[in-house]
């Protein structure tokens, strides 16, 4: 036990250690009544504790006022640099792609298309390589989040625009009957024709107007005689009638401009020609504004076309 006693000290020092004086705590364990002596040590020692805490939050809090105020380091500098000059590439890259996105669908709404029916799936498509996952704190970037929606929707929409039927048929033939009501050939009453005729010489090629797979290549008793029709996906299909053969059959992948048939007359025809024939969901459209599809609706097609089988290198281990 450490006993106190009084000294000469200066009035003040003499306060202070009046603070430091022992002191005891009282407690009860649950059975009896404790005590326990704080001494003057270990009061001085806590003092000195706190003492150096204040210190050093007030010399941290210094620091920290000084750097602040103090130029950056060079080196954080450029990071700050390349962080903001990739923020200002990812504003780029979405501006691109809406506006990229914002003229393919303009181009669709001409010719009567829903630029929603493209979202979703592809057709014919193929990928593939490596896997390389993104790094978590990239992935859940919400500019990366918004610039990798931008762009899927752009290709999206883009590889869809590959369905659309975009070029002739046939060349170097005559137009010689319109979509719509007409007077019918044969009975010489009003009747609605489902799609246009182009006359030219037998045998004339026939080329499919867009990419898809071949529905069917038969005869047809309806009045088509010689028959292909194509589904080209997202509800899209075409028809090509009156062939005097057809060198694709059920289940065959076609390409855009890839020969598919040979001009005739069979079935109900008063002559050579194609009966050309355009159907979304089922229904016939009239085929000419998808002849006439702008330059711009042409080019991403084909620049799907490019897009279409993706791959990667096989990465070093």
Known sequence: MTILTKTNNAKRAGKFLNLLKPRDIFFHDG??????????????????????????????????????????????????????????????????????????????KKLGLEPTRFHGGQAYTGSGGPLELVEPARAEDPNFKALFMSWKK?????????????????????????????????????????????????????????????????????????????????????RYGHLTRYIVAAGDHVKRGQLIAYMGSTGRSTGSHLHYEVRIDGKPVNPVPFLQSSDYLQSVQRRAETQVALGGPVKSE
């Open 154 to 238: 752009l290709d999206q929409i883009e590889q869809g625009t590959i369905a659309i039927p975009s070029t002739v048929p046939v060349h170097g033939t005559n137009f010689t009957s319109g979509f719509g009501v007409r007077s019918d050939p044969f009975k010489g009453r009003a009747a609605m024709h489902a799609g246009i005729d182009l006359a030219g010489p037998l045998n004339t090629p026939i080329y499919a107007t867009a990419d898809g797979t071949v529905d069917r290549a038969e005869w047809n008793t309806g009045g088509y005689g010689n028959l292909v029709e194509i589904d080209h996906g997202r509800g899209i299909q075409t």
């Open 31 to 108: 059975s009896t009544l404790r005590r326990v002596r704080i001494g003057t040590g270990i009061q001085a020692g806590a003092s000195f504790a706190l003492l150096l805490l204040f210190l050093w939050a007030a010399a941290a809090t210094v620091q920290l006022a000084l750097a602040a105020s103090a130029p950056l380091n060079p080196q954080i500098s450029r990071i700050q640099h390349d962080v903001e000059a990739m923020q200002a590439d990812v504003a780029a890259m979405k501006a691109v792609a809406a506006k990229r996105y914002e003229l393919t669908a303009a181009e669709m």
